[in-house]
DNA sequence: TTGTAAGCGTTATCAA
DNA sequence: TTGATAACGCTTACAA
C-alpha cells in the first residue's frame, strides 16, 4: 500500500510491455492510435498502480503551463468570492486552475503580487486592479501572457475587461429617487481616488442631482458620530446613497432611517449579498452580478489562448440591477 | 521590447560568458559559491533581459512542487477568506503558493476535488472537511503528501487538525445564560449531520440545559414563517442559539427580539465577522478566530515538510471567545 | 570559484 | 499500431 517510490511513465510501460510513448499517447487520450487491447491493458494498469502524471513534467515537454492567476483587490468582500466561483467554474472545465491572490486593498501588496506572480511562469492573469499603473501589466502582454481585468477598469482600453454598468444604473435609479421628490445625494464611499468603479457611480449621481455631497471614509475605522454631523439628516429630501455593502450595513444598522414615520426610503447603495435585503424588505438597492462577470472573464481568457494573438482586447460590460 | 523567444538559463550563461552551472546558483542565492564579480555580473544580466526561471523546469529537477490546496466547504463564507488569509501569510513567506478550492457544501464536488487535487501533484493539502470519510485522504498520506484539517475534524486522530474548542466554549457561554434565568434553549443550525463543529456545539449545550430544541434548517431557502412556528417565542426564558452567522443576521433581521421591551439578551450564536455587532451592538457573541486557524494550520504543513516524516500529528485548539 | 554532464518525467518527431 | 530518442529548462554531484 505504501510504496515508497513514485511510478513513472516508465513502470507503467515495463509492466504493460510496451513503450513510453504508447504510454503517453495513452494517457493523452489518442486511442484510435492504438489497438483496443493496448488501450484495455493500459487502462487497468494505471488503475490498478494509481499512477498519476508528474504534471511539472507534462508542463515542461508541453511549455505551457495550466495556473492562472487571480488577484483580487480584498478578498474580504464578498464580490471577490462571488466572481472567484465564476472564474473557477469555467477555467476547470478547460483543464486550468485558478489560483486566488489578494492584494489586500493596498498598492504595494498589489505590486508585489504581480511581481511574484510573474515570476512564477503563470499562463494567465485575471485581475481587479487597484493600482491605475499599467506598466507591471504590460510586463505580462510583452510576454504573451494574457490578461483581463475585472470589474474596475484603468484607462485607455488596451487590456480586455469585464466591468458593470456603474455609471448608468447609478444614473437609472437616482432618478427613481429625483422622481419621488429627493433634492440633495449624499455619497458615502471609501476614497474614491482613481479607482474606475466609485468615479462612475459618482459620476452617474452627478448626472441626476444637482446637488451631491461626498463624504470619504474608511470602513475599518468609521467613526459614526462624525459621519452623522456631516450629514443633513434632518432633511427628509436628502438621499443616503452608499457605494460599498459593509459601510451600507453599518449605517442600516446605526441610524433611525429605517423606523421613521414615513415610509419612504431614504437610503440605497450597492449590494452583494442578500443581507441588505434581510435588514430592509421593502428597499431597493443595486444589485451586481459579480459570479457572471468572473464566468466572463475567464472565457475571455481562455480565447486568447486559443487565438493566440494577445492583440484582440475585448470590453464587456455585465449590468447591475436596481430592484 | 516584444522578445519571441523565451529566454533560458542557457542564454544567461553565454552572455555571461559563464555555465548554466553558475547561473542556476546564483539563481538560487549560493552566492557564496562565485566571485563578487561574477554575482554582479549575472545580476545585471538577468536584471536587464528580465528573465524569469521556467518553473516547471525547477520543480521537475528539484523534484518538488510549491503548489498548496485549500479545500474550503464553502468560500461564501467569510471564515474561508479568512482562514484562507492565515494560510497565505504562513505559505508566501516560506516560498509555496496556496490554492483555493471550493466543495461549495457539496460531498460529490468535495470528492471530485480530492481527486482532481491529487492528480495535480500538489505538495501538501489543507481541508475543511464536509464528508468524514477518509479514504480518499488517505490517498495523500500514503503518498506521502502532508495532509492538515481546518474547522472540522474526522475522527480518529491519525490526521493533523487545527480546530476551535467548540465545547467548552459553548458550555460556557450557554452557562453564562443560564445563570441569568434562562430555562431552555433553542439551536438553530444547517444540519448536523455528522460535522463535528455542529455536533460539539449541540453537545455543548446540552450539558448546560436540561430543555435542548434542535431545529435544522437550509440558509439559503429560509422559511421564516416556518421556523416562528417551531420556536416557543413567547417563553421569555427561550434562549436562541444560531449557530451560523447568515442564520443569526436573518434572525436579527426578522424578529423583533431586539426591540423588546426586556433589555435582556435572547438570541446569541457563533460569529465570524462584526456584522451581527452593528446590528447589536450590546449582544455577547461567539467569536472565532479563523485568521489563526489558517495561520497555525499552515505552520503544521511546512513543519511536516521539514520532518519529512507524515507521522508525527499533530491536534490544535485555537479558543473562540464570547464577548 | 567554476564547469561538465547526468538526471528529473513527459511529449512528440521520425522511423519502423 | 508501435518504438527509439531527442528535446523541454533546470539542478546538482563530481571534477577541475
Redesign the interface.
Known amino acids: ?3 515508497t517510490k ?1 511510478l513513472t511513465i516508465k513502470d507503467i510501460a515495463t509492466k504493460a510491455n510496451v513503450s513510453t510513448a504508447t504510454v503517453s499517447r495513452y494517457l493523452n487520450g489518442q486511442l484510435n492510435q492504438m489497438s483496443e487491447k493496448t488501450a484495455a491493458k493500459l487502462k487497468k494498469i494505471i488503475k490498478e498502480t ?1 499512477y ?6 507534462v ?2 515537454a508541453k511549455q505551457k ?1 495550466n495556473l492562472i492567476a487571480v488577484i483580487a483587490s480584498n ?2 468582500e ?1 464580490f ?3 466572481y ?2 465564476g472564474i ?1 467554474s469555467i477555467l ?1 472545465a478547460q483543464g486550468y ?6 492584494s ?1 486593498s493596498d498598492k504595494i501588496i498589489e505590486s508585489a503580487l504581480l511581481e ?1 506572480v ?4 503563470f499562463a494567465g492573469l485575471i485581475l481587479q486592479p487597484l493600482s491605475t499603473d499599467r506598466r507591471l501589466i504590460e ?1 505580462f502582454s ?2 504573451h501572457i494574457p490578461v483581463v481585468l475585472i470589474d474596475r477598469d484603468i484607462g485607455n482600453g488596451e487590456i480586455s475587461a469585464v466591468t458593470t454598468n456603474n455609471f448608468q444604473v447609478t444614473k437609472f435609479a437616482m432618478t427613481s429617487f429625483l422622481d419621488k421628490g429627493f433634492k440633495k445625494v449624499t455619497i458615502i464611499t471609501e476614497p474614491v481616488n482613481d479607482i474606475s468603479t466609485r468615479v462612475e457611480r459618482v459620476a452617474g449621481a452627478r448626472s441626476v442631482f444637482d446637488h451631491v455631497q461626498l463624504i470619504e471614509v474608511d470602513t475599518d475605522h468609521l467613526d459614526l458620530a462624525e459621519l452623522s454631523d456631516k450629514i443633513d439628516i434632518k432633511n427628509s429630501k436628502n438621499l443616503l446613497f452608499v457605494l460599498k455593502e ?1 459601510l451600507l ?2 449605517l442600516i ?2 441610524t433611525d432611517l429605517l423606523n421613521e414615520t414615513t415610509s419612504q426610503q431614504r437610503l440605497t447603495g450597492f449590494v452583494d449579498t442578500n ?1 441588505p435585503k ?2 430592509a424588505p421593502k428597499y431597493k438597492f443595486i444589485q451586481q452580478s459579480p459570479y457572471l462577470m468572473g464566468a466572463t472573464a475567464a472565457e475571455i481568457l481562455m480565447a486568447q489562448f486559443l487565438e493566440q494573438q494577445t492583440t484582440d482586447i475585448k470590453q464587456i460590460v455585465i449590468p447591475s440591477h436596481f430592484e
Open positions: 500500500m505504501d510504496k513514485k494509481a498519476i502524471r508528474n504534471s511539472a513534467a508542463q515542461l503551463s478578498i474580504d464578498y471577490s468570492s462571488e472567484f466561483k473557477v476547470s486552475i485558478g489560483v486566488l491572490f489578494d489586500n511574484s510573474y515570476n512564477q511562469n510586463k510583452n510576454n459593509r450595513i453599518q444598522a446605526n443581507i434581510y435588514l
